[in-house]
Structures are given as structure tokens and as C-alpha cells.
């Protein structure tokens, strides 16, 4: 027996800090504090063999004394995650309760984030209601898929371990990988932008290695928040004469949460129409999030340099 909860929207403020923390991590997130962070395993029967996921939670206590926590769940590789939806259970408890809707890409993966300081005059609840996410040690963690029934069922589980006190990197990554993030901004023209409290990160990688860079694991992910909610999105990149062109779509969630991520692990390749043969093509190029329909963009981002 389950029980759903939808949580309210979270501010825009909120989540475009929880961008930024996941998707290259602010210098200020460094420092001493607690860390969790947990692998989610395929459940058995849900035909999901190639997907894989984690949990990451951070807790640090800053010079003014206030708190910075974060909870992010992701993963990649589902066969089609339209309709994810994020189960916990408190630690001890068996009783699910329904969290939140992920923000999906169209190449499987997902995420969900949210950041809490105390001293911000409003921050958004942190899962199933705790005033620290220490006391998440031993919940259940569920990524849920809509099933024949209509039911949401389990595709990835996991019950979170023990927080290590320690360092806390700024940004995260996956060991052997070149990095390079970046921010999505609000177009200058005032008057024009569709999405007037907006935000976004995003990073550019590729697994550090010998040999041809083509052949290597590779990536782009966006993530923006304070966006219109339950919208489509398109991403537009400049192609090697300076013009853009449309090289994928992004749907927001009921937060107004979007995720863009193009993975070659994934299966994933550089779209031809913006003559890009590797992450290093990206170097110092325009990117766009447009909402459908509107030719001006909501965020725009100039593309760091990779090598």
C-alpha cells in the first residue's frame, strides 16, 4: 500500500542553486562537511538492464554560520523514462510516499534536485519533510515508471548508506573525465525573454584518454529551472558558419525543471546539421533554450573551450 505526495512547486531560486551544485558545483559548495553518496540498482524483472543511477547528499555549515544541503537523484540508460517519478520511504519504514517528477531527457537519463539554505528567507523542503538530510541515512530510494496497470512500478532501487564526514569537492565528476561547465543566462533584451526568472548550468565532458577523441565517452547536459511549467523546450546550438540550428527538444516538468543531455555512453551522436564531430567542436559556440513557439530565447550560454 503506497501513498502519493506531490510536493508545491519549488522557488525558482531554489532550484536554479541545485543546477548549478549538480552540474559543476560553485566554488562555495567546497570546504569540510558531510557526504553520501549511493549507487541505485536495476530491480529485478523491470527489463531495465542498461540503466544505471545514484544518489548524491551534502550538508555543510558555512563561515555565517548557515547551512547549505542538497539531495539530487539522476540516472541514464532507461528504455523510455517519459512519466518518472521519484518513491522514498523513511528510514525504518516501509511505506512509500511519492517526492517528485523527474526532468528527462529523450535519451533516457534523468534528474531531480533540490537545494536548502537557511539563510535564504525562503528554501524549499528537503524529502519526506527533514530539517537535515543526515536523517535520510537508511531511507529507501525508488525511481518509478508508469506500468500497464497504470501503476507506477520500480525500475531502480536503493537504501541510502551512512554520511561520510570530509571534503566535499566542488565539483563533482566522474573520475578520469575533462570537465568544463557553464551557465545558461537570461538573453539581454529585457523585453524579450519569455522566462523572466530562468537559470541553468551545464557542463561539457569527455573521458580523458589517448587516441581518437571521436572514439572517447563524450557529453553535453543542461539543466534549467524556473521555467514555464510543463512545456516544451528547444535547444538550438550555432553550427560552423555562426548560424543556429535546432539539435534537440527538452520538456519542463510540473516545477518547471528542464534536462537536456546528449551521452555518447547513451548511444548518443553529435547532430550532423550542426557540423560537430566532437565535444572540441563546441569550443566558444552559442547555445539556446527556446520555448516552443517563441523565436527569442529563454537562456542563452557561450560554450567553454575543451580540450
Do not use: C
Not at 72 to 87: C, I, K, M, N, Y
Not at 119 to 133: I, K, N, R
Request: charged share 25%; hydrophobic share 45%; aromatic share 6%.
Amino acid at each position: 500500500m503506497t501513498t502519493a505526495r506531490r510536493p508545491a512547486a519549488l522557488p525558482a531560486a531554489a532550484l536554479a542553486a541545485a543546477a548549478l551544485l549538480v552540474l559543476g558545483g560553485a566554488p562555495a559548495d567546497a570546504g569540510e562537511g558531510f557526504l553520501l553518496r549511493t549507487p541505485l540498482r536495476v530491480v529485478l524483472g523491470s527489463g531495465e538492464a542498461e540503466a544505471v543511477g545514484g544518489v548524491e547528499a551534502r550538508l555543510r555549515v558555512t563561515n555565517a554560520r548557515t547551512t547549505v544541503q542538497s539531495f539530487t537523484v539522476w540516472f541514464r540508460g532507461l528504455s523510455d523514462a517519459e512519466g518518472a517519478t521519484l518513491w522514498m520511504a523513511k528510514p525504518g519504514e516501509f511505506e512509500t510516499e511519492e517526492v517528485a517528477d523527474f526532468a528527462v531527457a529523450d535519451n533516457g537519463s534523468g534528474i531531480w534536485t533540490v537545494k536548502a539554505d537557511s539563510g535564504w528567507e525562503t528554501s524549499p523542503d528537503l524529502p519526506l519533510g527533514v530539517e537535515a538530510v543526515t536523517a535520510l541515512a537508511g531511507a529507501r530510494v525508488e525511481v518509478r515508471l508508469p506500468g500497464d496497470d497504470l501503476e507506477d512500478a520500480p525500475v531502480l532501487s536503493g537504501k541510502l548508506g551512512d554520511f561520510d564526514y570530509g571534503d566535499l569537492p566542488a565539483r563533482p565528476g566522474a573520475p578520469g573525465n575533462v570537465v568544463r561547465t557553464f551557465r545558461l543566462r537570461l538573453p539581454p533584451d529585457v523585453d524579450a525573454r519569455p522566462d523572466a526568472a530562468a537559470r541553468g548550468a551545464g557542463r561539457v565532458w569527455r573521458g580523458r584518454g589517448r587516441g581518437d577523441p571521436a572514439g572517447k565517452d563524450q557529453g553535453v547536459d543542461l539543466f534549467a529551472a524556473g521555467l514555464t511549467e510543463d512545456e516544451t523546450y528547444e535547444v538550438w546550438l550555432e553550427d560552423a558558419h555562426g548560424e543556429m540550428v535546432d539539435v534537440g527538444e527538452a520538456a519542463s516538468t510540473a516545477d518547471g525543471m528542464a534536462f537536456f543531455s546528449l551521452d555518447t555512453r547513451a548511444g548518443d551522436e553529435f547532430p550532423d546539421v550542426a557540423e560537430v564531430g566532437t565535444v572540441k567542436d563546441l569550443s566558444r559556440r552559442r547555445l539556446e533554450l527556446r520555448r516552443t513557439g517563441f523565436d527569442e530565447p529563454s537562456l542563452v550560454a557561450i560554450l567553454p573551450r575543451i580540450r
